[in-house]
């Protein structure tokens, strides 16, 4: 276990001034030494004409918040290309968005010859609320400091390059970190933080050698595939037709390697012909099948400029004998889990990867995941409990607070006023077990300190003025063994292996899409629900009535609305003239049939309304929230009795490449599908739909142990249901009783 917070009777490990806490973090930080570097001075003079225009031209905040896709051109200088370390739900030839006060992420680069590379390139495009004399970036390369930069383009992309030694950089993989400090030009507090964000241009964005010459062979081809993620431009494969029978099993084996050395994030494959005329797309790397009396591989450089890999192969063998392909593209590594944390027991920040957080910014939202078993249900009122180490410095403004979330849903709001520098221990928060779920969860704590003057830029605030401690714990409480139908666990453990295809999927998935979309799922899977063998069919929108319902019932129509613009028009249903439902009416209104069929009409409202409330069933219930839905694809598992099978349909036209991005992203955090059906929306968020009616399974025996859970879930599952079973055993007993005096009664009389 980690080292606690702070022991209960030790001295607070920070000391207090007149100005606040100091910490040696930041301290150490800004006495750093920096690189000096030459920056245009030249002072940018913007009317309000131009920024009006500047702003009109600016992405949609909420549109864009954290990620972009945006066209890009790339830049032949830039010849091994910035990629992220992690997923994060990237369409591939996106930018990347650092958004709020203080940001840091991490970039893989690959460089194969560190004499060769001349220096680090960083492209930026930034709000024009960013203070440009006081916000800045600094790059660093395996932990070693570059440089720092401006963050002064507001119109358009620009970049600065910073001069790199032989020295920093390492043969192959390098790690590069880039650390943005952002100030509103007007204001300070949450809502200007809300207001700042810049972007990195991947594309454009890299290591700038001095000569290409001598890229070749497999260094190369890295490179090339690299470079293709970050343009979206993809990788196109020529030649596959060959391979006859075997076709899948080659392709399976080297997409899924490329996406998993690309850190995960989907890129598109093209399926050319081998013979084939470059188009305007020219992709960065190729590879190319070729029928030969052996199996192995060549690294060229084509005519165009392409890193091609030449996959010689035996027609009619199954791919074997290919060394260099295991050093090049090595097998997947599973993806990291979130810790799995014990019931019962209380559990330390630090035991499921929570490190004591401070923080110096106004607003700040630190977000720490864990998992609990896949067979985890508490739907009763039983408590689960934080004990909270914090503490804040004194002379925050008013209405400064610390919010807490599970999942989503604030918990408690603890007001940072009162009791200043001093160390809060185990301070107990309980809430309502609920709001836990099996797999993965979220542990939120949302800052929010108000500025101070508000109209005001913040001023430089280099000590933190909230902290959390690593030994707060958090306690779950007991759970029988119990599954509750919802799509996450299947989610969780797909695999490569489980897209499923029919007949008809090709009028909505290409082979490229199949292609795409099975090398998004290597890797990253639970291995604990990949094993009841997880199933993802890919329909088309002609194929809606092959997905199982369980019981409940939507139109065609109704998911047409969500996929398709002009949903009405598509579907060919004619909408009556609101001028002629009204004449329609008036003549009506006063015949004794209207008024009969009105007086039906209320009653069965009525009568429906009230099943609805005693005995839920979704489909009307399920009919009107996907109206009021708009997005690119939509996943289902309506069927209890099929708690392994998927069903996706996807919008026509919609990008394969951010549907597989959202996949990737949900897949290790606690924000993706749930419930009976989830559409993923145009801005990559998944909107999820929960069955009112759905009712656990129980996984083990009943015993006096578990007995009171047990019931506990069923009854508080469905309420009403029981509830009204009582009234009507109640009701029962009631009437027997009374029978029982009446019959008395006459016998003595």
Not at 382 to 408: C, F, Q, S, T, W
Request: hydrophobic share 40%; net charge negative; glycine share 8%.
């Amino acid at each position: 276990m980690s080292t606690p917070f702070f022991s209960r009777k030790s001295v607070i490990a920070w000391t207090f001034a007149a100005s606040g806490i100091v910490s040696v973090p930041v301290q150490t930080l800004a006495q750093s030494a920096l690189i000096p570097l030459p920056m245009d001075t030249t002072e940018q003079v913007i009317d309000a004409v131009e920024q009006d225009r500047i702003n009109a031209d600016r992405f949609d905040p909420e549109r864009s918040r954290g990620t972009f896709v945006e066209p890009v051109a790339m830049d032949p200088t830039i010849v091994s290309p910035l990629r992220p370390l992690e997923a994060r739900g990237r369409p591939a030839g996106s930018a990347i968005r650092f958004d709020g006060e203080n940001r840091r992420l991490e970039f893989a680069l690959f460089v194969p010859d560190p004499s060769q590379m001349r220096a680090l390139r960083v492209s930026t495009l930034s709000s024009i609320n960013v203070l440009p004399e006081r916000s800045r970036f600094r790059a660093y390369i395996n932990d070693t400091l570059i440089g720092e930069g401006q963050l002064g383009n507001f119109t358009e992309f620009g970049a600065l390059e910073f001069p790199v030694g032989a020295s920093v950089v390492l043969p192959g993989q390098n790690l590069v970190r880039i650390e943005l400090v952002q100030y509103h030009r007007i204001y300070c507090g949450p809502e200007a933080s809300f207001a700042l964000w810049s972007d990195i241009d991947l594309a454009n964005s890299g290591a700038v050698l001095a000569s290409t010459a001598s890229i070749s062979g497999q260094d190369g081809f890295l490179m090339g595939i690299a470079a293709a993620a970050a343009t979206g431009t993809g990788i196109e494969i020529r030649g596959a037709d060959g391979l006859a029978d075997y076709r899948d099993i080659w392709i399976s084996q080297i997409t899924q390697r490329i996406s998993a050395a690309l850190g995960g994030d989907p890129i598109p494959f093209r399926f050319t012909e081998y013979w084939s005329v470059q188009g305007e797309a020219r992709s960065a790397a190729r590879i190319t099948f070729l029928p030969s009396t052996s199996n192995r591989l060549t690294f060229r450089r084509s005519g165009d400029g392409a890193q091609v890999m030449v996959v010689e192969f035996v027609p009619g063998e199954r791919p074997r004998g290919l060394p260099e392909f295991e050093t090049i593209l090595p097998a997947v590594n599973p993806r990291e889990q979130p810790a799995l944390i014990a019931t019962q027991t209380p559990v330390a920040f630090s035991d499921f990867g929570f490190s004591t957080t401070e923080i110096s910014t106004r607003y700040a939202r630190v977000d720490q995941r864990f998992r609990l078993p896949e067979d985890y249900v508490v739907l009763t009122n039983d408590k689960a409990e934080l004990a909270l180490d914090y503490i804040y410095v004194d002379d925050l403004p008013r209405g400064a607070m610390l919010l807490v979330h599970i999942n989503g849903e604030n918990i408690r709001l603890l007001p940072l006023r009162g009791e200043p520098g001093q160390l809060i221990e185990q301070f107990p928060v309980r809430f309502e077990a609920r709001l836990l779920r099996a797999g993965i969860n979220t542990l939120s704590f949302e800052s929010i300190i108000p500025g101070s003057p508000a109209d005001l830029p913040c001023p430089t605030q280099a000590s933190p003025m909230v902290a959390i401690g690593q030994s707060s714990t958090l306690t779950v409480p007991f759970s029988p063994s119990m599954y509750l139908p919802d799509m996450s666990m299947a989610f969780t453990g797909l695999t490569p292996l489980s897209v499923q295809v029919n007949d008809m999927t090709l009028r909505s998935f290409n082979d490229d899409d199949v292609v795409t979309m099975r090398a998004a799922l290597s890797g990253g899977e639970n291995p604990e629900t990949a094993a009841l063998n997880p199933q993802l069919h890919l329909l088309s929108l002609d194929d809606l009535g092959s997905v199982p319902m369980g019981g409940y019932e939507f139109s065609r129509r109704a998911v047409e609305t969500v996929l398709v613009e002009d949903a009405v028009e598509i579907a060919g249903i004619d909408t009556p003239d609101p001028q002629e439902n009204r004449l329609l009416n008036i003549t009506d209104r006063g015949s004794s049939t209207a008024v009969l069929t009105r007086g039906w009409q209320w009653l069965k409202t009525g009568f429906e309304d009230a099943l609805q409330w005693l005995q839920p069933r979704s489909g009307t219930l399920l009919e009107r929230w996907l109206e009021d839905q708009r997005g690119q694809a939509i996943l289902m598992q309506l069927d209890p009795a099929r708690p392994s099978q998927l069903w996706m349909v996807r919008a026509p036209g919609s990008d394969i490449s951010a549907i597989a991005s959202a996949v990737v992203a949900a897949r290790t955090n606690a924000e993706g599908p749930r419930g009976q059906v989830s559409v993923l929306d145009r801005n990559g968020d998944w909107q999820s739909w929960i069955a009112p009616d759905r009712q656990p399974v129980l996984l083990e025996s009943v015993t006096p142990g578990n007995v009171r859970y047990v019931v506990g879930n069923f009854v508080s599952a469905m309420p009403i249901r029981y509830v009204a079973v009582l009234f009507f055993i109640a009701l029962v007993s009631a009437l027997f009783a009374l029978r029982l005096v009446v019959a008395t009664r006459e016998h003595r009389s």
